[in-house]
T-cell receptor, first 109, second 119 residues
Framework: RKEVEQDPGPFNVPEGATVAFNCTYS??????FFWYRQDCRKEPKLLMS???SGNEDGRFTAQLNRASQYISLLIRDSKLSDSATYLC??????????FGKGTTLSVSS | EPEVTQTPSHQVTQMGQEVILRCVPI?????FYWYRQILGQKVEFLVS????????KSEIFDDQFSVERPDGSNFTLKIRSTKLEDSAMYFC?????????????????FGPGTRLTVL
């Protein structure tokens, strides 16, 4: 059973587009939720935490629906530099982060 | 900005050999982790370490693996007898788990990784 599922993509969008990524998680006891970004052959880097009330950081908006066990990330006004793999990450009881396989975004000019 | 560092960046070894991967976590962090990522696959949790002992480990972290904090700055992962399937990128991470900040999230900061190739 997959613990964190994401659409692998790739999502190919033009600059300026709005793109949305979705993620579901299987463990209802999960406590914290994150979106990480990973560039090719690099380490994951935290993009933003995700809260039940929804949160926004510039062009990025994250939403969490605990009842549906669903997490989303919206990127507005896509930039070339947004091209990367976006990882949905869930922390269960304890400290381990459980990663999804990632959704690949390619932004073109 | 403080960062997690890892050495070496790339390690090539023969099957059956022992390897030690080294990490220097962020200096005031209290929790340390190892993750691995096989090429083309997802990042997988191996082990977490706090107060000089393992606090959590995954099924992957079997008897072939061990971790150690030999001094006040380094955190190491040892693989005793490497297998071909151990070839992966190994990431070290650290966090303060909100102990040192007002944040409650377990924000983990990742090092650049060590690419392990087992031949």
């Amino acid at each position: 059973r997959k613990e964190v599922e994401q659409d692998p993509g790739p999502f190919n969008v033009p600059e300026g587009a709005t793109v949305a990524f979705n993620c579901t998680y299987s463990n209802s006891a999960s406590q914290s939720f994150f979106w990480y970004r990973q560039d090719c052959r690099k380490e994951p880097k935290l993009l933003m935490s995700v809260y039940s009330s929804g949160n926004e950081d510039g062009r990025f908006t994250a939403q969490l629906n605990r009842a549906s066990q669903y997490i989303s990330l919206l990127i507005r006004d896509s930039k070339l530099s947004d091209s990367a793999t976006y990882l949905c990450v869930v922390e269960q009881a304890g400290t381990a982060l459980i990663f999804g396989k990632g959704t690949t975004l390619s932004v073109s000019s | 900005e403080p960062e997690v560092t890892q050495t070496p960046s790339h390690q090539v070894t023969q099957m059956g050999q022992e390897v030690i991967l080294r990490c220097v976590p962020i200096s005031n962090h209290l929790y340390f982790y190892w993750y691995r990522q096989i090429l083309g696959q997802k990042v997988e949790f191996l082990v977490s370490f706090y107060n000089n002992e393992i606090s959590e480990k995954s099924e992957i972290f079997d008897d072939q693996f061990s971790v150690e904090r030999p001094d006040g700055s380094n955190f190491t992962l040892k693989i005793r007898s490497t297998k071909l399937e151990d070839s992966a990128m190994y990431f070290c991470a650290s966090s303060d788990l909100g102990q040192l900040t007002t944040k409650s999230d377990n924000e983990q900061f990742f090092g650049p990784g060590t690419r392990l190739t087992v031949l």
